[in-house]
Nanobody, 120 residues
Framework: QAQVVESGGGSVQAGGSLRLSCTASGFTHMGWFRQAPGKERGGVAGIYILDKSTYYADSVKGRFTISQDKAKNMVYLQMNNLKIEDTAMYYC?????????????????WGQGTEVIVSS
């Protein structure tokens, strides 16, 4: 059974960095999403596994990087220069032939989430 498992969240001060990891295999697209309390889940970054095309939300461009290690079936989200507003539960998701990479409804496999807390 397909399984998506993410890890790597934690607490960090503003300006710091974290790297999230996600393991999954057999999908064409992987995405990172986040949900802050009282807000809807939104797309952060996505990657098309076959050609490594990447996609980012405007709010994280230049600060976050999504990458893959295909041999290890891993996808990473490197988060630099973290801001307080990046605080959220982060989810890894997997799907096939996704049309809109940053739209949550396009994905049918989800991890359990990992919390990221950025403090001042």
């Amino acid at each position: 059974q397909a399984q998506v498992v993410e890890s790597g969240g934690g607490s960090v001060q503003a300006g710091g960095s974290l790297r999230l990891s996600c393991t999954a295999s057999g999908f064409t697209h992987m995405g990172w999403f986040r949900q802050a309390p009282g807000k809807e889940r939104g797309g952060v970054a996505g990657i098309y596994i076959l050609d490594k095309s990447t996609y980012y939300a405007d709010s994280v461009k230049g600060r976050f990087t999504i990458s893959q290690d295909k041999a290890k079936n891993m996808v990473y989200l490197q988060m630099n220069n973290l801001k307080i507003e990046d605080t959220a539960m982060y989810y890894c998701a997997a799907g096939n032939w996704v049309a809109e990479v940053l739209r949550p409804n396009e994905y049918n496999q989800w991890g359990q989430g990992t919390e990221v807390i950025v403090s001042s």
